[in-house]
């Protein structure tokens, strides 16, 4: 039960990284906008975000790997 606990403790970690990043990327993009940012800070800024989502995606595929060697 507790492996079970601690999967689903990872997959909220999980989502909550995927929002986060996905709310940074819009809030700078409107700051970017707003405050008038160079387009060379605005590229690093979306790069930040890009790595966070392929951070998302490694930390999802640890956790299907996770809950395959559960199941078997």
Do not use: C, P
């Not at 039960?1 to 999980?14: F, I």
């Not at 700078?28 to 392929?54: E, Y």
């Amino acid at each position: 039960m507790a492996d079970r606990e601690e999967l689903n403790r990872r997959g909220r970690k999980v989502a909550l990284t995927i929002a986060g990043v996905g709310l940074f990327w819009i809030a700078v993009t409107a700051l970017g906008q707003a405050l008038d940012w160079t387009q060379s800070l605005r590229a690093l800024l979306d790069l930040v975000a890009l790595a966070g989502f392929i951070w998302a995606i490694w930390m999802i595929y640890g956790l299907w790997r996770a809950r395959q060697e559960h199941e078997g």
